[in-house]
């Protein structure tokens, strides 16, 4: 078994439903090797490596906006229509030869992350993955409009029955200009958002009394016009919330617990200013 703490996400790109469940029952089973798990596509933790179906074009055009690299790789099932420099794997899928590739290529990136932190070179987080904006948008307020602003505000809320998660969250950034507040009601919600400059609602779906979808709806509902706050569930494995309910309040994406302080950190600045 792995000493990896946490199993190495996983970004897939181009499959089908039918395939992706493959995915997750194969990564379930106990390898020889690393751990591995899918992430879903509003997962906010920034993947390890992709794994790209070759047939597909729409993944191969995505999989090149996402720019992979010896710190993010990438791996392609079949035969590409063009030549690309990333390993791959023959269809049929062979399950055992594809979780030794991808092995090998955790090795080659734990070989990266060591030059980049001898180097202090900061890696990037993930490039959005949302769809470009429409070739017939002219006009620059629109394009300014669409634009996903990260707040200058510096309070993070977390929305929780438990203080646990609060203090663990304001441990991490008490050396920070960062102020950690909670909220364990609707009204202490809406108080705080008033009365503070809230960048982020940290909400935990598995919170006994509180509905996660409400709880965004009264933070994207209420806030001043020209405010981003940024609202991210915070969900077990198994997934505690309905995800198209969740789209449908206004949440920008989620993190399955237990959440490492790499992965929320990185998260977090995706909204917010925060030091490095």
């Not at 990266?112 to 900061?122: K, M, N, P, T």
């Not at 991210?232 to 959440?259: K, N």
Request: hydrophobic share 45%.
């Amino acid at each position: 078994m792995s000493s990896h703490s946490f199993p190495f996400a996983v970004r897939l790109l181009g499959f089908t439903r039918q395939e992706t469940d493959v995915f997750d029952a194969t990564f379930a089973v106990e390898q020889q090797g690393h751990r591995y798990m899918q992430l879903h596509e509003d997962n906010l933790q920034d993947p390890d490596l992709y794994i790209a179906d070759a047939a597909s074009l729409k993944a191969l055009v995505t999989l090149e906006q996402l720019r992979p690299s010896d710190v993010r790789p990438a791996l392609l099932v079949g035969e590409p229509p063009v030549a690309l420099p990333y390993a791959r794997v023959e269809r049929p899928i062979r399950w055992q030869q594809l979780v030794e590739a991808l092995d090998k290529l955790i090795e080659t990136r734990a070989d990266a992350l060591s030059r980049l932190q001898a180097s202090d070179i900061v890696t990037v987080t993930e490039r959005r993955r949302s769809n470009r904006v429409d070739i017939d948008l002219t006009d620059p307020a629109d394009y300014l409009k669409m634009r996903t602003k990260r707040s200058q505000g510096r309070t993070v809320l977390i929305v929780d029955q438990s203080p646990q998660l609060h203090d663990w969250i304001a441990a991490m950034f008490a050396q920070a200009p960062v102020r950690i507040l909670l909220a364990d009601t609707m009204s202490a919600v809406e108080q705080a958002c008033v009365l503070h400059p809230v960048a982020t609602v940290i909400v935990n779906t598995t919170a006994a009394g509180m509905d996660p979808y409400a709880v965004c709806d009264l933070v994207k509902q209420n806030r001043a016009h020209d405010e981003r706050i940024a609202v991210i569930f915070l969900s077990a494995r198994d997934m505690t919330f309905d995800p198209e309910r969740a789209r449908a309040s206004g949440y920008d994406g989620f993190l399955s617990m237990p959440v490492s302080k790499t992965n929320l950190t990185i998260a977090l600045q995706r909204f917010m200013h925060l030091p490095r």
